[in-house]
């Protein structure tokens, strides 16, 4: 079996930055700060394609989430014609991490995943 699943949950180190694609889809972006024992934290880009329009309200810089996504590594061309690549978190759910129910039903989600 094959799977990509990740679940973080750490600190966003910045307000999330909305962004109305041409396709008429909604992006948000997030930073995602988790700490590690005696390490510095990790940063984690983080992108949320068309989120559901019930998602919890708006979360901000210092505030607490749980991510529960898939890792992608993206290829463009930059300006002068060379590859660039970025590696994010494309996110299935981004929630507040001391709302326990959702928390919950985003890993119900991806439980089947990992057994």
Do not use: C
Request: net charge neutral.
């Amino acid at each position: 079996m094959t799977m990509n699943v990740v679940i973080l949950q750490g600190h966003l180190s910045s307000d999330a930055r909305e962004q109305d694609l041409e396709s008429g889809s909604l992006l948000v972006r997030y930073e995602v700060t988790v700490p590690r024992d005696a390490e510095p934290a990790d940063s984690v880009p983080v992108a949320w394609f068309g989120p559901p329009k019930d998602r919890p309200g708006p979360v901000t810089a210092g505030d607490e989430v749980v991510v529960v996504g898939r890792v992608r590594r993206r290829w463009w061309k930059a300006s002068m014609g060379q590859s660039v690549s970025s590696t994010e978190v494309l996110a299935d759910a981004v929630v507040p991490a001391s709302d326990r129910r959702r928390v919950a039903a985003a890993l119900r989600k991806v439980r089947p995943a990992l057994e």
